[in-house]
């Protein structure tokens, strides 16, 4: 009985706000004893109706249970896939050390230090990523604003990474020289291995990256896809490959257009696939 419970109180508060309310039909949601009630108000209407109303209670705990399952377990989703990033290239660093002490190259001791620092850097990401989920459930929080940052130096220290791997994939990465636009150093770099995945994923042979003022734009010879696909790339967990998440360029239309930016595809079947990122330019 809604009425004797404890949590009367509050449901006489929310009818009372409810009447109160300018909307035509309002609703309103309400947590008693542990479950969740909507109210619905319909006011009457016609010359006998004297300002009478009609309150529906309807008991929506088990509806609300599903829905934050399913919004957990999407959370869960996107947090293996923003984790996997930094791995990537940890994974790629560590068997290029294997093959330089395997082969007994003479510069091991350089490459060690460099392939290290690199490694380090990829931790201070999976640090940053584990934070940022932490700070997740607070209230109001906005990210910092995008800041002025090397479009350049980011994206040839992805190229580097990946010409690492040694997998029968050629990286080449092309400049004109310093590049700089407004965005966050951190989700630049998130974006262009999502891309770089996303293209070997695809089976390329090649990838080359362009740098240019407002623009990071990265070619592929890929599989491709076909013209009917396109529309539906940037969907939550629309994907092209049986081993992918389907998150990938959702994220990365997310944080580009965060800093103001802009992302395209062009893609043909059997031929490669082209990405447009557009970053806004900075002085």
Same mark, same amino acid.
């Given at each position: 009985?809604?009425?004797?419970?404890?949590?009367?109180?509050?449901?006489?508060?929310?009818?009372?706000?409810?009447?109160?309310?300018?909307?035509?039909?309002?609703? #309103?949601?309400?947590?008693?004893?542990?479950?969740?009630?909507?109210?619905?108000?319909?006011?009457?209407?016609?010359?006998?109706?004297?300002?009478?109303?009609?309150?529906?209670?309807?008991?929506?705990?088990?509806?609300?249970?599903?829905?934050?399952?399913?919004?957990?377990?999407? !959370?869960?989703?996107?947090?293996?896939?923003?984790?996997?990033?930094?791995?990537?290239?940890?994974?790629?660093?560590?068997?290029?050390?294997?093959?330089?002490?395997?082969?007994?190259?003479?510069?091991?001791?350089?490459?060690?230090?460099?392939?290290?620092?690199?490694?380090?850097?990829?931790?201070?990401?999976?640090?940053?990523?584990?934070?940022?989920? @932490?700070?997740?459930?607070?209230?109001?929080?906005?990210?910092?604003?995008?800041?002025?940052?090397?479009?350049?130096?980011?994206?040839?220290?992805?190229?580097?990474?990946?010409?690492?791997?040694?997998?029968?994939?050629? =990286?080449?990465?092309?400049?004109?020289?310093?590049?700089?636009?407004?965005?966050?150093?951190?989700?630049?770099?998130?974006?262009?291995?999502?891309?770089?995945?996303?293209?070997?994923?695809?089976?390329?042979?090649?990838?080359?990256?362009?740098?240019?003022?407002?623009?990071?734009?990265?070619?592929?010879?890929? !599989?491709?896809?076909?013209?009917?696909?396109?529309?539906?790339?940037?969907?939550?967990?629309? #994907?092209?490959?049986?081993?992918?998440?389907?998150?990938?360029?959702?994220?990365?239309?997310?944080?580009?257009? #965060?800093?103001?930016? @802009? =992302?395209? =595809?062009? #893609?043909?079947?059997? =031929?490669?696939?082209?990405?447009?990122?557009?970053?806004?330019?900075?002085?």
């Amino acid at each position: 009985n809604l009425a004797q419970s404890e949590g009367s109180p509050l449901l006489v508060r929310a009818v009372v706000d409810l009447m109160n309310s300018p909307a035509p039909e309002p609703r #309103s949601e309400v947590e008693l004893d542990g479950r969740t009630v909507r109210l619905n108000l319909r006011r009457l209407t016609g010359a006998d109706a004297r300002g009478g109303v009609v309150i529906a209670l309807e008991d929506i705990t088990a509806e609300m249970r599903t829905a934050r399952v399913l919004a957990w377990g999407e !959370m869960a989703r996107q947090v293996a896939h923003e984790i996997k990033n930094p791995l990537t290239p940890v994974r790629l660093g560590i068997q290029h050390l294997q093959r330089v002490y395997r082969d007994r190259r003479e510069n091991f001791a350089d490459t060690l230090d460099e392939t290290s620092r690199r490694i380090l850097g990829e931790i201070d990401r999976l640090d940053t990523i584990a934070r940022a989920f @932490s700070r997740f459930a607070v209230p109001g929080e906005e990210p910092p604003p995008p800041q002025r940052v090397d479009l350049a130096g980011i994206a040839s220290e992805v190229a580097q990474l990946y010409q690492l791997a040694g997998e029968g994939t050629t =990286v080449r990465y092309e400049t004109a020289g310093p590049v700089w636009g407004l965005a966050r150093r951190d989700e630049v770099k998130e974006v262009l291995v999502n891309l770089f995945e996303n293209a070997r994923n695809a089976g390329a042979r090649t990838i080359t990256m362009r740098v240019q003022p407002g623009e990071i734009r990265i070619e592929d010879d890929g !599989m491709g896809m076909p013209a009917d696909l396109l529309p539906r790339i940037f969907e939550p967990r629309f #994907s092209t490959t049986t081993s992918g998440s389907g998150l990938g360029l959702a994220i990365v239309r997310r944080l580009v257009e #965060s800093w103001g930016g @802009s =992302v395209s =595809v062009d #893609s043909e079947e059997g =031929v490669g696939t082209v990405v447009r990122v557009g970053v806004p330019v900075s002085a």
